[in-house]
């Protein structure tokens, strides 16, 4: 009796030649070529889209809380720059200003969240008075 090495060698129709052959020829041929400039926006298209969207449906409110948010990041920035450039000699100092700072921000990011009314169905039990 043959080794099964032996009959595949012969046989060049055998079943595992012929599935490799099958699937990597449609694999090549399916994919049509897309450029880059086809589909794809520039990013500053895609901030400037993300920009009005933001402010044409987003509140007063919310808009006032993300100006807050975003204060407190340049404060968090700027406190972490100057103990980097000047010095963390009072290291207290550093460590309670940083972390009040970022526990402003925990904080308003909650308000935030439960003010939007996009999350209305979820805080249905807290006043809208916020």
């Not at 807050?68 to 000699?89: D, E, I, R, S, T």
């Amino acid at each position: 009796m043959p080794s099964k090495r032996h009959v595949s060698s012969q046989n060049p129709s055998s079943p595992s030649s012929t599935s490799k052959t099958t699937a990597s020829a449609p694999a090549t041929t399916a994919r049509p070529a897309i450029s880059k400039s086809d589909n794809a926006s520039s990013p500053q298209d895609i901030l400037a889209g993300m920009w009005r969207n933001y402010n044409s449906t987003t509140p007063q409110r919310v808009k006032l809380i993300d100006a807050f948010m975003a204060f407190l990041v340049l404060v968090g920035v700027l406190q972490f720059v100057y103990c980097v450039l000047v010095g963390n000699y009072p290291f207290n100092a550093f460590l309670s200003g940083f972390s009040a700072t970022v526990g402003q921000f925990v904080l308003t990011a909650s308000l935030r969240i439960q003010t939007n009314p996009d999350n209305r169905d979820e805080f249905k039990s807290l006043s809208h008075e916020r």
